[in-house]
């Protein structure tokens, strides 16, 4: 059965660079998702009439944030595709402002866990 496009253990076989065109980046603007940064539909966004012209694995992803806010990783995880692919279908995504992205914090503006550490005895005094 030489031509098949897929093995019967893995099921279909599509390459990762066939669901983003060839692109290893999310968008022009080099924007960065981190595996923790936060994806959830843009309630403002455009209707449905949009989606139609997106890619089965971009409304794959819809879907999965319209239930409820995924992370990157989760996100990749439920759609079983590669981190790579999810953050170039994500950028695609934002950039077409389907989604909005909340990124972590960087761990240099989180507190002092010495101050946390003081309110929390502070609370106990009480």
């Known amino acids: ?19 983003t065109g060839g ?48 992370s990157v990783a989760e996100l990749a995880a439920e759609a079983d595709l590669p981190v790579g692919v999810v953050r170039v279908l994500l950028g695609d995504l934002l950039e077409a402002g389907h989604v909005r992205v909340s990124r972590p914090v960087p761990p240099a503006q989180l507190p002092d866990e010495r101050i946390l550490r003081e309110v929390v005895e502070g609370l106990r005094a009480l």
């Open 1 to 19: 059965m030489e031509g098949q496009w897929y093995d019967a253990e893995a099921g279909p076989l599509v390459r990762p660079y066939a669901m």
């Open 23 to 70: 692109r290893t980046k999310p968008g022009p603007h080099g924007v960065r998702f981190d595996l923790i940064a936060l994806v959830v539909v843009d309630p403002e966004a455009a209707g449905a009439g949009d989606e139609a012209l997106l890619g089965p694995e971009h409304r794959t992803l819809l879907g999965l944030c319209r239930s409820e806010t995924q």
